[in-house]
């Protein structure tokens, strides 16, 4: 059975820095780029981040600020959220891409961050 997990979400002052992280089962985590969106109040779901083999990518809004990484000994895949901004206030989750041996995306349940003083 797969499952995301997501941790580390809460409650930050802005400029303050927060890790997420996401432990995964159910799959063969290395084989999969694995990404992290979020979801603000009444927004859409946006792309944050990804890493895979091809390499990182980050959404501009991020960029500097942000870092991903993957422990695939761990089976988890983190983000290091630095200088934070209240407009980085959303639920935060992680996706398993699909791969050509398995098309299915897996999500996890999220993580709220809320960036206030």
């Known amino acids: 059975q797969v499952q995301l997990v997501e941790s580390g979400g809460g409650l930050v002052q802005p400029g303050g820095s927060l890790r997420l992280s996401c432990a995964a089962n159910?799959?063969?985590?290395?084989?999969?780029?694995m990404s992290w969106y979020r979801q603000a109040p009444g927004k859409e779901r946006e792309w944050v981040a990804t890493?895979?083999?091809?390499?990182?990518t980050y959404t501009g809004s991020v960029k500097g600020r942000f870092t991903i990484s993957r422990d695939n000994a761990k089976n988890t895949v983190y983000l290091q959220m630095n200088s934070l901004k209240p407009e980085d206030t959303a639920d935060y989750f992680c996706?398993?891409?699909?791969?050509?041996?398995?098309?299915?995306?897996?999500w996890g349940q999220g993580t709220q961050v809320t960036v206030s003083s």
């Open positions: 890493i895979s083999t091809a390499g990182i």
């Open positions: 159910g799959f063969t985590f290395s084989d999969r780029p």
């Open positions: 996706k398993a891409q699909g791969t050509r041996f398995d098309s299915r995306d897996y």
